[in-house]
Protein backbone atom coordinates (compact mmCIF):
# COMPACT_ATOMS: atom_id res chain seq x y z
CA UNK A 1 0.00 0.00 0.00
CA UNK A 2 1.39 3.41 -0.83
CA UNK A 3 0.35 6.52 0.95
CA UNK A 4 -1.44 9.17 -1.21
CA UNK A 5 0.62 12.32 -0.21
CA UNK A 6 0.52 13.82 3.27
CA UNK A 7 -1.43 17.13 2.67
CA UNK A 8 -3.89 18.46 4.27
CA UNK A 9 -6.86 20.21 3.38
CA UNK A 10 -5.56 23.64 3.66
CA UNK A 11 -2.56 22.28 1.20
CA UNK A 12 -0.35 22.30 4.05
CA UNK A 13 1.93 19.43 5.75
CA UNK A 14 -0.63 16.75 7.62
CA UNK A 15 -0.17 17.13 11.27
CA UNK A 16 -0.94 14.23 13.70
CA UNK A 17 -4.62 13.77 14.93
CA UNK A 18 -4.05 11.36 17.85
CA UNK A 19 -1.46 9.38 19.44
CA UNK A 20 -3.91 8.35 22.30
CA UNK A 21 -5.94 7.00 21.08
CA UNK A 22 -3.52 5.96 17.98
CA UNK A 23 -5.92 6.47 14.46
CA UNK A 24 -5.84 6.71 11.18
CA UNK A 25 -5.84 3.60 8.70
CA UNK A 26 -2.23 3.24 8.93
CA UNK A 27 -2.57 3.40 12.63
CA UNK A 28 -0.15 5.89 12.50
CA UNK A 29 -1.57 8.72 14.65
CA UNK A 30 -2.31 10.58 11.17
CA UNK A 31 -5.06 10.26 8.50
CA UNK A 32 -2.79 9.22 6.10
CA UNK A 33 -4.56 7.13 2.83
CA UNK A 34 -4.56 5.28 0.19
CA UNK A 35 -6.61 3.73 -2.77
CA UNK A 36 -7.00 0.38 -0.30
CA UNK A 37 -8.89 2.99 2.14
CA UNK A 38 -12.15 2.50 0.60
CA UNK A 39 -13.96 4.40 3.89
CA UNK A 40 -11.79 7.28 3.32
CA UNK A 41 -10.24 7.85 7.04
CA UNK A 42 -9.40 11.47 6.59
CA UNK A 43 -11.38 13.76 8.46
CA UNK A 44 -9.66 14.16 12.32
CA UNK A 45 -13.10 14.72 14.32
CA UNK A 46 -12.80 15.61 17.78
CA UNK A 47 -15.61 12.92 19.25
CA UNK A 48 -18.53 14.45 21.35
CA UNK A 49 -21.26 12.24 22.69
CA UNK A 50 -23.59 13.29 20.68
CA UNK A 51 -21.79 12.27 17.82
CA UNK A 52 -20.85 8.85 19.17
CA UNK A 53 -24.43 8.35 20.21
CA UNK A 54 -25.04 9.08 16.30
CA UNK A 55 -22.54 6.97 14.85
CA UNK A 56 -23.67 3.87 17.40
CA UNK A 57 -27.29 4.27 16.04
CA UNK A 58 -26.47 4.33 12.25
CA UNK A 59 -24.45 1.35 13.12
CA UNK A 60 -20.32 2.34 13.63
CA UNK A 61 -20.04 1.58 17.20
CA UNK A 62 -16.78 3.96 18.29
CA UNK A 63 -17.49 4.03 22.18
CA UNK A 64 -17.24 0.36 23.07
CA UNK A 65 -14.00 -1.04 23.59
CA UNK A 66 -13.05 -3.96 21.63
CA UNK A 67 -10.18 -5.67 23.15
CA UNK A 68 -9.75 -8.46 20.37
CA UNK A 69 -8.97 -5.65 18.01
CA UNK A 70 -7.03 -3.33 20.37
CA UNK A 71 -9.55 -0.94 20.75
CA UNK A 72 -10.54 0.88 23.77
CA UNK A 73 -13.48 2.54 22.42
CA UNK A 74 -13.69 6.57 21.99
CA UNK A 75 -14.98 9.04 24.29
CA UNK A 76 -15.92 12.78 24.23
CA UNK A 77 -13.04 14.80 23.27
CA UNK A 78 -10.76 11.93 22.14
CA UNK A 79 -9.97 12.51 18.21
CA UNK A 80 -9.80 10.06 15.62
CA UNK A 81 -9.76 10.01 11.74
CA UNK A 82 -13.52 9.76 10.63
CA UNK A 83 -14.65 8.28 7.24
CA UNK A 84 -15.27 11.45 5.13
CA UNK A 85 -18.62 9.94 4.10
CA UNK A 86 -19.54 9.98 7.90
CA UNK A 87 -18.68 13.00 8.72
CA UNK A 88 -20.41 14.31 5.74
CA UNK A 89 -23.65 12.21 6.81
CA UNK A 90 -23.34 13.70 10.58
CA UNK A 91 -23.69 16.79 8.98
CA UNK A 92 -26.17 16.59 7.04
CA UNK A 93 -28.37 15.26 9.82
CA UNK A 94 -27.15 17.96 11.67
CA UNK A 95 -24.70 16.22 14.63
CA UNK A 96 -21.33 16.49 12.81
CA UNK A 97 -17.82 16.82 15.28
CA UNK A 98 -15.66 19.45 15.39
CA UNK A 99 -12.60 19.02 12.87
CA UNK A 100 -9.08 19.78 13.05
CA UNK A 101 -8.39 20.90 9.93
CA UNK A 102 -4.65 20.73 10.11
CA UNK A 103 -4.77 17.19 10.66
CA UNK A 104 -7.54 16.68 7.80
CA UNK A 105 -6.26 14.58 5.09
CA UNK A 106 -6.27 16.78 1.55
CA UNK A 107 -8.59 13.72 0.10
CA UNK A 108 -11.57 14.24 2.54
CA UNK A 109 -12.29 17.27 0.01
CA UNK A 110 -13.59 14.71 -2.79
CA UNK A 111 -16.09 13.73 -0.59
CA UNK A 112 -16.81 17.21 2.06
CA UNK A 113 -16.57 20.42 0.33
CA UNK A 114 -13.94 22.43 2.09
CA UNK A 115 -16.97 24.94 3.05
CA UNK A 116 -18.79 22.37 5.12
CA UNK A 117 -14.99 21.33 6.99
CA UNK A 118 -14.69 24.93 7.71
CA UNK A 119 -17.83 25.31 9.28
CA UNK A 120 -16.36 22.73 11.81
CA UNK A 121 -13.05 24.24 12.44
CA UNK A 122 -11.53 23.31 15.81
CA UNK A 123 -9.67 26.26 15.58
CA UNK A 124 -11.29 29.16 13.91
CA UNK A 125 -9.10 31.63 12.57
Known sequence: MTPDPSLNVLGQSLVSC??????????????????????????CAVMTAEFLAYSKYVGNDLS????????????????????????????DEGCAPLVHLQATHARA??????EILQQ????PA
Open 18 to 43: SADPVTGFFRDGHCNTCDQDTGSHTV
Open 109 to 114: LDIVPL
Open 64 to 91: TPRPEYRFAGLKPGDSWCLCAARFLQAH
Open 120 to 123: YDAK
